[in-house]
Nanobody
Framework: QVQLVESGGGWVQPGGSLRLSCAAS????????MGWFRQAPGKEREFVAA????????VHADSVKDRLTISRDNTKNMVYLQMNSLKPEDTAVYYC?????????????????WGQGTQVTVSS
């Protein structure tokens, strides 16, 4: 049974920081591209960032570059999203996802497994 569990969400003021974590189980973790997506109420789920099996290749959405950074620890089956200089526009439910691929994956349909999501709220 594949399971992805996010944690670390919460409330933060604009300019603040959070680190999201995703614990993966039930899959050969190093073989999967891991990604983060987010969805605000009434909006489409959108790509945030992804990292390949070795962690040496990453891609980030233009809207989060230089503020949100993805990383992974294959020895612990964990993937992280470090979130700095947060803006109200970053408010959303953030989802961890896994895609079986040899290259980085951006489209939502490329990911076969999803976590339950964790809420991030940025406001004064």
């Amino acid at each position: 049974q594949v399971q992805l569990v996010e944690s670390g969400g919460g409330w933060v003021q604009p300019g603040g920081s959070l680190r999201l974590s995703c614990a993966a189980s039930g899959l050969p973790f190093s073989r999967y591209v891991m990604g983060w997506f987010r969805q605000a109420p009434g909006k489409e789920r959108e790509f945030v960032a992804a990292t390949n099996w070795g962690g040496g290749g990453t891609v980030h959405a233009d809207s989060v570059k230089d503020r949100l950074t993805i990383s992974r620890d294959n020895t612990k089956n964990m993937v992280y999203l470090q979130m700095n200089s947060l803006k109200p526009e970053d408010t959303a439910v953030y989802y961890c996802a896994a895609a079986l691929s040899s290259t980085l994956v951006v489209p939502i349909r490329g990911y076969g497994y999803w976590g339950q999501g964790t809420q991030v709220t940025v406001s004064s």
